[in-house]
């Protein structure tokens, strides 16, 4: 266990014992960024709700810390409860209705700020071509550096289907990629 497992552990145990209203908010200046960007991922580019998912993470994850049972690390609880708000967004946003939908989209890409051409834009219109769960496998392995067991973790997944998502997904990322004139 490193220096700063034990750390987390420690602010874990001054939240639930109510001793101390700032240990919760270390806990979110520590891993506000690698929520935000798992979630800027996953909505390619979508910073307003990005921004809204990371904070009903870090809701649940307040209302539920008693349940943290030091199984995985911090981060890997906390990037499991993503996931899950992620994967709750995705089933609210398939009973939407169409129009619904179609303003909610407008919405966001008026908010988004990218246009294309934007090295962002671009990297967003790659991703946008995996499935859910092969952009959650690929950007937790390449971008948050996280290994395949700890993503199982987060996902639920077993190791070797984390595994095929990952190859199914660079694979799918490089031919989209060699098309456009990136290689």
Not at 42 to 68: E, K, N, P, V, W
Not at 155 to 180: D, E, M
Request: charge should be positive.
């Amino acid at each position: 266990m490193n220096l700063s497992s034990i750390n987390d552990l420690s602010l874990v145990a001054q939240v639930i014992a109510g001793a101390s209203d700032r240990a919760f908010g270390r806990l979110v200046e520590k891993y506000q960024q690698p929520v935000r960007r798992f979630f800027l991922h996953q909505t390619l580019g979508d910073r307003m709700l990005s921004d809204d998912l990371a904070q009903d993470t870090f809701i649940r994850a307040y209302r539920s810390i008693h349940q943290f049972q030091q199984l995985s690390s911090f981060k890997t609880w906390l990037m499991s409860i993503a996931y899950r708000v992620w994967m709750d967004y995705l089933r609210k946003k398939k009973t939407l209705s169409p129009e619904q939908e179609l303003s909610e989209n407008s919405v966001a890409s008026e908010l988004s700020g990218s246009s294309p051409g934007e090295t962002s834009w671009d990297i967003y219109t790659a991703l946008s071509q995996l499935s859910d769960i092969e952009r959650t496998c690929v950007t937790l392995f390449y971008i948050d550096d996280l290994p395949g067991d700890r993503i199982s973790q987060i996902t639920g997944l077993p190791p070797a289907t984390v595994r095929s998502h990952i190859h199914r997904g660079k694979q799918r990322l490089s031919s989209f990629l060699k098309q456009n004139g990136y290689g």
